[in-house]
Each structure stands twice: as C-alpha cells, then as structure tokens.
C-alpha cells in the first residue's frame, strides 16, 4: 500500500518533468534543468508545428491541441497566460477555410471551430496564398483571422513574440 500512496506522489512530477527533459534533447551545450524549465515557464505563447508537405497534419495538430485541452495538464497549467495554440496556415491548405469549401473538408474545420470557440486555438491565414489560388479574404470562416503572409507571421511570433512550437 504504501508503495502505491509513494507512485500516487512521484508520478505526477515525474510526467510533468519529461516535456522538460525532451527539450534539451539532441543539444550539445550542457544547461541546467531549471534553465530549461524557466524557458517552457516563460513562453510567451504556443505555435502549432504543421508539415505543410504532409497531406492531413493540419487535422493532426488540431486533434493534438484537442488532446491537450482534454488533459488534466491543460487545467492545471502553470502557462495559462500564453492563450491560445496559433496556428499559422499557408500554401494550399488555406483553401479549407474558406465557406465555399466547408463540405469538402467538414470534420476538420468543425474541429477547428470548436476548439476556436473553446479558446483553445487561434487560426491564422496568409492573404498571399489565398489570393494566390483565388480566394477572397470576404470567404474566410468567421472563427479564422487573415494575416499577410504566413511565413512571416511565423517567424513574428517565434522571434518577436517569444512563442514556442505545441
């Protein structure tokens, strides 16, 4: 008994310090742990990492956003503040925000306008790929913000913004 009341006490720290321990992985400079855990505390806020190369990553990253939201971590979380998980889209994947193409890609954007609603995401489309395959920004779904260009609006918010990848 005793042992399970000692499992029941580590296994949360011990869960919680993984993502930490994750994030010095494959680096050659030695830091310390609290360092590491000061730059997870202080992130500004989270960008969602899409492989615009892969077909479905964007349904992907919307059910890991859905996942962490579900998770007691999500409640429990020290990054409150940090708001809403910024997903940037650009290129072609753009076209599935669009009214016209609703039924056409139905559960991902239900998904996403559920998770919008919740808080829990923020979607952001580049103007310069609509425009490129002919959309007009009038079209967006009203749950999606239009940004100027995509890559652009990224790298804003990972080196201006001090937000970190989801």
């Excluded at 859905?66 to 076209?95: M, R, T």
């Excluded at 998770?115 to 995401?121: E, F, Y």
Aim: hydrophobic share 45%; aromatic share 12%.
């Amino acid at each position: 008994m005793r042992w399970f009341c000692l499992m029941l006490i580590f296994l949360p720290g011990f869960l919680l310090a993984q993502p930490v321990l994750e994030l010095g992985a494959g680096t050659s400079e030695s830091s310390s742990s609290d360092a590491r855990l000061a730059a997870v505390d202080t992130a500004s806020g989270y960008v969602a990492r899409i492989d615009l190369n892969k077909p479905g990553q964007i349904a992907e990253a919307l059910r890991r956003a859905e996942a962490h939201f579900q998770s007691e971590d999500y409640f429990d979380s020290l990054n409150k503040s940090a708001g809403p998980i910024a997903f940037v889209i650009f290129g072609s994947d753009v076209a599935m925000f669009f009214k016209q193409n609703y039924s056409m890609y139905k559960t991902t954007v239900d998904l996403a306008a559920r998770l919008s609603s919740l808080g829990v995401i923020d979607i952001r489309v580049c103007q310069v790929s609509s425009k490129a395959i002919g959309l007009d920004r009038d079209d967006l779904l009203p749950f999606v913000s239009p940004v100027d260009f995509g890559p652009a609006e990224l790298k804003r918010l990972l080196e201006e913004e001090d937000y970190s990848f989801f």
